[in-house]
């Protein structure tokens, strides 16, 4: 499944972890992007909170299963199903 990626990055490569935006500032790094050209999809508070500190577009999708969308406070957009995300990016 890994092809279908242009950059993966895994917990183990850093020590801060969400809602520290290192993980995320490290992945737009690898793509040569900048965080204001960048959206992060994520179904957490800690996901949102994350995107905002790496200056990125937060956009919380409230399918996750343990987060519902109403604790999204922080992000951009919230979508409620799967086929709304690609209006949105």
Not at 61 to 78: K, M, Q
């Amino acid at each position: 499944m890994g092809h279908l990626f242009d950059v993966v990055v895994g917990g183990d490569e850093h020590e801060k972890q969400k809602p520290e935006p290192d993980l995320l500032l490290l992945a737009l790094e690898r793509l040569g992007a900048s965080p204001a050209d960048a959206a992060y999809v994520g179904d957490s508070p800690f996901d949102m909170q994350a995107a905002r500190a790496a200056g990125m577009y937060a956009v919380g999708v409230g399918w996750g299963g343990i987060h519902g969308g109403e604790s999204l406070t922080d992000a951009d957009t919230v979508v409620h199903a799967p086929e709304e995300l690609l209006a949105v990016l």
